[in-house]
């Protein structure tokens, strides 16, 4: 079964779930850092040109590998034992080799192909000098080129072939990826710290829970570790958007909170889909009204998610909306808030080609990261849109023969009550947040012991810290990239001293 928002109005009793599943899953798909716009904006393509351009001014740095990877590490059937290409790039430039037992950063790959994030996350390159250390960088399974079963198409085909495709397979090859090269490099005293952003972000914190012997360390940037089972409340992450909109004005929330009744209004009309596609100047003739009102939830969602410096696009679209001019209705305030922030085209359009992030990302949310995002009445600017977990097993079902595992995260990784738990438990992992980011509504904003740290600031957005340092960075962003950069030094220093303690011990003992 093809998910698409065609079949989802075939049925009408599948349509409420459908469609609400499909709205649901665009917002999650953003969990991704390199790209400051969703990959459903047609500006994606001026993004993926930038960065080919890029990666090949700097492909003298970067060189493409493939490991041949184990389809799956959990058994011992005939057919585990398939493998796959699994990309990963390195770059030597700024290692300090494996005589110095010089570290290792290693990037961990989330929902996309691996190649945004080669320019997209900064943090590595901008910090390799200093730390001497050799870059890696490796791409999730399923996604890119480290696709099993030969194609895409071959490897979502079925329930059997996806069933392969979780983030417990993904932080195992990651595990396996890494130990290969420190073999292979003679470098097994390198200590390694891994990054990731988003989802991304959360395979690092797991990764370091998990597997504590390949990485010393890790930062998790933007990982909303704790939006399973009732962990966050439901609204966190829209009232988050609504209180980024409310700070940047007053007015410009109170427009967007009264607009989806004046759509509902104007859409009750005779020819009112015909009015709203004008009003808001439509690529295509809308069909129903919640077209429109995804496409602008989605839009304010995304503002939020990445209110950037120093561009801030929630500032953006509120100046749209508070400068329409003098005595505009509603509903022309809103459009004004998507010119200022789309810039001034010659029709907007609503609707979206799925991607192979959209695509993965799906199976993944109806599988195992199953995050319950919802709103409650009136307590955020959006119309009510409340997370039914059976109305969502049943869409998922529908969609790919097998229901989700909604609990399953937290038994295998955690996260009720982390605080107790971790303590005494974990160490080495930096938690960082930017609090205008919506998701960080289910991030770690607490420290936990002595190192595990919660790194955040007021004004941040989502994976902010992790991105390429730039000129017109404000201070506050310079000083949290500054405080990240100490703690994982001292983390080597330590592991420096232990690994001398341990050399001078066994020479003595022996
Ligand atoms: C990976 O597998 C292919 C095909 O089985 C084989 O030709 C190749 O030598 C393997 N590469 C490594 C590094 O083991
Ligand atoms: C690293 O150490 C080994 C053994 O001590 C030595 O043979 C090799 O030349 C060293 N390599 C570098 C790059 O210094
Ligand atoms: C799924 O596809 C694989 C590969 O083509 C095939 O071997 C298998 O029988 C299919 N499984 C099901 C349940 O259809
Ligand atoms: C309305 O439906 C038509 C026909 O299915 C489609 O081509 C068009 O893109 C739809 N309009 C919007 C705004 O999605
Ligand atoms: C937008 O573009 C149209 C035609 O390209 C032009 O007439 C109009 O003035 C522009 N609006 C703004 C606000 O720049
Ligand atoms: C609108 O976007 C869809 C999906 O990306 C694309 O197929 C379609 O051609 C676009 N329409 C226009 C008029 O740009
Ligand atoms: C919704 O919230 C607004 C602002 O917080 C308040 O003025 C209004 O009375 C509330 N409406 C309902 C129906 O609760
Ligand atoms: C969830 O949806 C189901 C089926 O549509 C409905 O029976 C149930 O009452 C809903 N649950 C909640 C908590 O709203
Ligand atoms: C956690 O501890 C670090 C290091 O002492 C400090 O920089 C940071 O501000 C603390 N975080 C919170 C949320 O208190
Ligand atoms: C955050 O931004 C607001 C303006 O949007 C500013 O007033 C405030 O001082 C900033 N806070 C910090 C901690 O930088
Ligand atoms: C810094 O940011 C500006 C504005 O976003 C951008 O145009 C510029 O290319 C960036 N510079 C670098 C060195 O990344």
Known sequence: MKPQKSTAMNSSSLTISLQWLLSLIFLIIFPTCATATPSKLPRLSTILRESETFSELISEDFQTFFYNQTLDHFNYRPESYYTFQQRYVMNFKYWGGANASAPIFAYLGAEAALDSALT???????????????????????????????????????????????????????????????????????????????????????????????????????????????????????????????????????????????????????????????????CAELNKSYELKDYLETMYAVAAQYNHPPKYPVTMVCGGIDGAPEGSDILSRIFAGVVAYRGNRSCYNTSVNPTETSEGWRWQTCSEMVMPIGRGDNDTMFPPSPFNLTTFIQGCTSLYDVPPRPHWITSYYGGHDIKLILHRFASNIIFSNGLRDPYSSAGVLKNISLTVLAIHTVNGSHCLDILPANSTDPEWLIMQRRTEVEIIESWITQYYADLDATRKRTMFEY
């Open 120 to 282: 997209g996350v900064g943090f590595l390159v901008d910090n390799a000098l200093q730390f001497k250390a050799l870059l890696v960088y490796i791409e999730h399974r399923y996604y890119g080129q480290s696709i099993p079963f030969g194609s895409r198409e071959e490897a979502l085909k079925n329930a059997s072939t996806r069933g392969y495709f979780n983030s417990a397979q993904a932080i195992a090859d990651y595990a396996e990826v890494l130990e290969y090269i420190k073999k292979k490099l003679l470098a097994e005293n390198s200590p390694v710290i891994v990054i990731g952003g988003s989802y991304g972000g959360m395979l690092a914190s797991w990764f370091r829970l998990k597997y504590p012997h390949v990485a010393l360390g890790a930062l998790a940037s933007s990982a909303p570790i704790l939006y399973f089972d009732d962990i966050t409340p439901q609204n966190g992450y829209y009232s988050i958007v609504t209180k980024d909109f409310r700070e940047a004005s007053e007015s410009c929330y109170s427009t967007i909170r009264e607009s989806w009744s004046e759509i509902d209004r104007v859409a009750s009309e005779p020819n009112g889909l015909s009015i709203l596609s004008k009003k808001f100047n439509t």
